[in-house]
């Protein structure tokens, strides 16, 4: 006589006994289950969402618009003042002790260092962060000490500046622009009076000013100093650092831009 097939129960029986020998006596899954959640009251649940956006409460508009533009705005005005400094020493002086050019105040701040009517002048966004005492003292100032080498250039006769007092990792120069960062490195470039002036970081142009014109050979003039200023812009000292490609674009630029010498 034949065995009668087993019920549906008893393979159900068998197969949750074949995974607990395996060793397996728990139900898994790839996404987060809330098995013991409990309904709100009522007057704890959310409101619906407006399924369109002419739904919108006129607040819940104000709000919307605010949080899209808030990368307009900015935070604080920092003005040069009804008597700006006259001379590079009174600039590094102001640069070292005003307390509204940065948010943490004067303690750490990095001054720029040159002469005044050099041959050229270098600007990057922020010093390293490497930099205690000296302007790009850190990795990039040594790559840069290594170039200007290469083309002949004195160090004697090269201003170095950064458009910012610290190191500023990831800074919204489009903001620090606005809200008066910008109009204070025209001065301080007014103050250099450079024969030239190179200037690395993908995010400069901002600080630089608006009126630059973006055109692909990196070959430009800030016309915001008198007389106008020849302007190299390349990317920063960081990524030439890490792409010879990079190294290679940038001495294709200079060298284009000083044969005009």
């Not at 995974?19 to 809330?34: K, S």
């Not at 170095?160 to 007092?165: D, K, V, W, Y």
């Amino acid at each position: 006589m034949l065995p009668s097939a087993p019920t549906i129960h008893e393979e159900i029986d068998a197969a949750i006994d074949w995974w607990r020998a395996a060793g397996v006596d728990q139900d898994f899954d790839a996404d987060v289950t809330v098995w013991l959640s409990q309904s709100k009251p009522a007057d704890e649940q959310p409101s619906p969402k407006p399924d369109r956006p002419s739904e919108l409460s006129s607040a819940q508009s104000a709000e919307k618009t605010a949080t899209e533009n808030s990368s307009d705005q900015p935070v604080n005005r920092i003005i040069l003042g009804d008597q700006p400094p006259a001379d590079l020493e009174s600039f590094r002086d102001w640069w070292l002790t005003e307390p509204g050019l940065d948010q943490i105040g004067p303690r750490g701040r990095i001054a720029p260092r040159g002469q005044r009517e050099p041959q050229l002048m270098v600007l990057v966004v922020d010093p390293e962060l490497q930099d205690k005492d000296t302007l790009l003292s850190g990795p990039g100032g040594t790559l840069l000490s290594n170039f200007l080498r290469a083309c002949e250039i004195d160090q004697g006769q090269v201003y170095f500046a950064s458009a910012l007092t610290r190191h500023t990792p990831m800074a919204d120069t489009k903001t620090l622009a606005k809200s008066g960062m910008s109009e204070i490195l025209h001065h301080h470039i007014g103050l250099v009076q450079p024969k030239r002036l190179l200037a690395f970081g993908g995010n400069i142009l901002p600080l630089i000013g608006n009126d630059v014109p973006k055109n692909a050979k990196n070959l430009r003039e800030i016309n915001s100093t008198a007389p106008n200023t020849p302007l190299l812009v390349s990317e920063g000292l960081d990524s030439l650092m890490a792409s010879p490609r990079l190294k290679a674009r940038f001495w294709r630029s200079w060298l284009e831009w000083s044969a005009d010498e």
